[in-house]
């Protein structure tokens, strides 16, 4: 199983950038995506969660109104696009996959994941 995240780079305040997690490994309709982020000095945060058999899709506040998950099966990608970007949204940006059932409506915790990805590095200054 390999997990490829990419997009990331150096955008501006207010800017936007779409993260892909290329998933290779196994059909990606059996699995759940999670995108996490890892700011400096800070712990790994969860995101976001797009539960791919049904297109369910879950966010934790830190990504609510700004971040948006969506999927292409046939292409076996996910993507996160990331609106309004601030300064403190700088962190590596990560994919993780998940092939067991989680409830993702208390939660998405690092825990939840066995698969994960190197990151992309998302830096926002001006």
């Known amino acids: 199983v390999q997990l490829q995240a990419s997009g990331g780079g150096l955008v501006q305040p207010g800017g936007s950038l779409r993260l892909s997690c290329a998933v290779s490994?196994?059909?990606?309709?059996?699995?759940?995506i999670g995108w996490f982020r890892r700011a400096p000095g800070k712990y790994r945060e969860g995101l976001s969660c797009?539960?791919?058999?049904?297109?369910?899709?879950y966010y934790t506040d830190s990504a609510k109104g700004r971040f948006t998950v969506s999927r292409d099966n046939a292409k076996n990608t996910v993507y996160l696009q990331l609106n309004s970007l601030k300064p403190d949204d700088t962190a590596i940006y990560y994919c993780?996959?998940?092939?067991?059932?989680?409830?993702?409506?208390?939660?998405?915790?690092?825990?939840?994941?066995?698969?994960w990805g190197q990151g992309t590095l998302v830096t926002v200054s001006s």
């Open positions: 797009i539960r791919n058999s049904d297109g369910s899709t």
């Open positions: 490994g196994f059909p990606l309709d059996d699995s759940a």
């Open positions: 993780a996959a998940t092939r067991r059932y989680s409830d993702f409506t208390i939660g998405i915790w690092v825990s939840q994941f066995e698969f």
